[in-house]
Nanobody, 120 residues
Framework: QVQLVESGGGLVQAGGSLRLSCAASGFTFSAVSMGWFRQAPGKERELVARISSFGSTYAAGSVKGRFTISRDNAGNRVYLQMNSLKPEDTAVYYC??????????????WGQGTQVTVSS
């Protein structure tokens, strides 16, 4: 049974940092590209960052230089380090596994999401 379980969300002041973690099980984690998506109320789900099975990374322009994605294949985990947080980063953040793509439809596995709220 495939499972992705996110943790690390919460309430933080603008300028602060959070580190999201996603624990994966039920599939060959090291062979799958992973991504972090977010969805704010009334908005579409969007890619924040992705990492290939080989470690290549991509970050969306809105978070580039502030957010870093990484993975631990031995521990079956993917992380999102978020620094210099802004109120507009407020959203539910989802961990996903699938193809190395910017499109949510290309990811087969999804976590339940974790809320990140940035206060001004």
């Amino acid at each position: 049974q495939v499972q992705l379980v996110e943790s690390g969300g919460g309430l933080v002041q603008a300028g602060g940092s959070l580190r999201l973690s996603c624990a994966a099980s039920g599939f060959t984690f090291s062979a799958v590209s992973m991504g972090w998506f977010r969805q704010a109320p009334g908005k579409e789900r969007e890619l924040v960052a992705r990492i290939s099975s080989f470690g290549s990374t991509y970050a969306a322009g809105s978070v580039k230089g502030r957010f870093t994605i990484s993975r631990d294949n031995a521990g079956n985990r993917v992380y999102l380090q978020m620094n210099s947080l802004k109120p507009e980063d407020t959203a539910v953040y989802y961990c996903a596994g699938g193809r190395y793509s910017a499109k949510a439809v290309d990811y087969n596995y999804w976590g339940q999401g974790t809320q990140v709220t940035v206060s001004s």
